[in-house]
């Protein structure tokens, strides 16, 4: 099982990025896929996470109604869409599924 987010860099303020996470070593639908960040010296935060009761996407109150998640089955690949970005964004993103991480990508937010 393997998952590898990409998609990273540096934007401005107010700019968008999508991150992608491709997943291999089992079929995506079947799975739920989860983005984390992690800062140096900051707890780890859960961005989109589905809840375990009604598994809805759960958002960050941070990135509320500027982040997004999509899947493409078919291409076994999870997006994250970011918009309106902040430099508070500014951190390594990761996505998980089942206990499983990938390598992250870096996001900066900086003008």
């Known amino acids: 099982v393997q998952l590898q987010a990409s998609g990273g860099g540096l934007v401005q303020p107010g700019g968008s990025l999508r991150l992608s996470c491709v997943v291999s070593?089992?079929?995506?639908?079947?799975?739920?896929i989860d983005w984390f960040r992690e800062a140096p010296g900051k707890e780890r935060e859960g961005v989109s996470c589905?809840?375990?009761?009604?598994?809805?996407?759960k958002y960050a109150d941070a990135v509320e109604g500027r982040f997004t998640t999509s899947r493409d089955n078919a291409k076994n690949t999870v997006y994250l869409e970011m918009t309106y970005l902040r430099p508070e964004d500014t951190t390594v993103y990761y996505c998980?599924?089942?206990?499983?991480w990938g390598q992250g990508t870096q996001v900066t937010v900086s003008s």
């Open positions: 589905r809840t375990t009761g009604d598994r809805r996407i």
């Open positions: 070593g089992f079929t995506l639908r079947n799975y739920i």
């Open positions: 998980t599924s089942s206990g499983n």
